[in-house]
């Protein structure tokens, strides 16, 4: 199939991107290198850099005529969402109507887009959270995934789009980012190589779902295979506080770990876990791999980052 990949040089992208080549897909990458890394790059996909709110993106999509778009470019900060969220509507939204509108134009058939499941559900006390539970985001950030797969449902009514919204949840594995606002596996595993402190915001009994980047991957891949025309949540159904992942990662560092308290960043949700029935369901999903298992090969990966010097 022709895929184009928005955020293929990120995190999640990159290896998404790595599994379609495998997998004898022919894929284009659209990415305007904010967060994401040249490095990350497969050199087998064709890379255009470029912004996803630009015009410009019906040229891309006029030459490349993908049949599938994975949509996982997007402003990922929640902080900068609630300070900015005004640019945080620009490119999660206006830039995802851009993409979605250029990409219909030119026959695409299918959207698989990187929606929230962390932040999705606010608040909510019903946890694990299933899908039924009324979405109700607290930040700029979830409301504007919110919106991008009420688009969605309205461009597979009345245009005939297939499409999956899949609600990750807390995704870790190696690639990610270990210096941004996010991804506490990662930046607790670059600080504690480093010698440095990890820095737990509040008491640290915060509990979120953690998923192992394989396993995200392989749920992306299964909305290829069907037409499910729906959202799922994407994790574990397994609730796991911030100190049981300083432990986790420490467990697996070779020199003395320190943890430090800082005040809780307002704002945060306490707690996160989201419940899997449907995607096993519909698509036959399940995590497979062991958080324990997850954080071994993630810290293994800084590891070799530190010893190479490229951490
Ligand atoms: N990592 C998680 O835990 C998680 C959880 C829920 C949802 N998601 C979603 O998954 C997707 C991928 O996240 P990630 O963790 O890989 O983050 P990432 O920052 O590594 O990847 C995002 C990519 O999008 C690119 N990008 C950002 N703005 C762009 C723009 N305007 N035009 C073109 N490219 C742009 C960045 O350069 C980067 O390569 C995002 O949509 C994110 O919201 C991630």
């Known amino acids: 199939m022709r895929i184009l990949v928005t955020g293929g040089a990120g995190?999640?992208?990159?290896?998404?991107?790595?599994?379609?080549?495998?997998?004898?897909?022919?894929?284009?990458?659209?990415?305007?290198?904010?967060?994401?890394?040249?490095?990350?790059?497969?050199?087998?996909?064709?890379?255009?850099?470029?912004?996803?709110?630009?015009?410009?993106?019906?040229?891309?999509?006029?030459?490349?005529?993908?049949?599938?778009?994975?949509?996982?470019?997007?402003?990922?900060?929640?902080?900068?969402?609630?300070?900015?969220?005004?640019?945080?509507?620009?490119?999660?939204?206006s830039g995802s109507l851009n993409l979605i509108k250029a990409f219909l134009a030119t026959g695409g058939k299918k959207i698989i887009f990187a929606s929230t499941g962390g932040v999705m559900y606010g608040e909510t006390d019903i946890l694990p959270t299933p899908e039924t539970v009324e979405p109700f985001p607290l930040c700029p950030y979830g409301i504007a995934k919110?919106?991008?797969?009420?688009?969605?449902?309205?461009?597979?009514?009345?245009f005939n789009l297939s499409f999956a919204a899949l609600r990750f949840g807390n995704v870790y594995g190696p690639r990610q980012n270990a210096f941004s606002e996010a991804g506490v596996v990662a930046i607790f595993s670059a600080r504690l190589l480093a010698g440095k402190p990890a820095i737990i915001f509040g008491d640290g009994q915060q509990t979120r779902d953690f998923v192992y980047i394989d396993d995200v991957i392989r749920a992306c891949l299964l909305t290829l295979e069907q037409d499910p025309a729906s959202f799922f949540n994407v994790g574990t159904?397994?609730?796991?506080?911030?100190?049981?992942?300083?432990?986790?990662?420490?467990?697996?560092?070779d020199k003395p770990c320190e943890r430090q308290y800082a005040p809780a960043k307002e704002g945060d949700i306490r707690r996160s876990c989201l419940a899997t029935e449907k995607i096993k369901k519909y698509l036959g999903w399940q995590a497979q791999v062991s958080l324990a298992e997850g954080i071994r090969k993630t810290v293994q990966w800084f590891k070799e980052q530190a010893l190479s010097g490229k951490l």
């Open 146 to 158: 919110l919106s991008v797969e009420k688009y969605l449902n309205y461009f597979h009514r009345y």
């Open 11 to 93: 995190f999640i992208g990159s290896h998404l991107v790595d599994r379609l080549l495998a997998d004898h897909h022919q894929v284009a990458v659209l990415d305007n290198l904010s967060t994401g890394r040249k490095e990350n790059l497969n050199p087998e996909a064709k890379f255009y850099p470029g912004d996803i709110r630009d015009k410009q993106v019906s040229s891309l999509m006029a030459e490349e005529k993908p049949e599938v778009l994975f949509h996982l470019a997007a402003q990922i900060n929640v902080r900068k969402s609630t300070e900015d969220p005004i640019f945080d509507n620009e490119v999660n939204v």
């Open 237 to 253: 159904g397994e609730e796991t506080s911030v100190n049981e992942i300083f432990s986790q990662v420490a467990r697996w560092i």
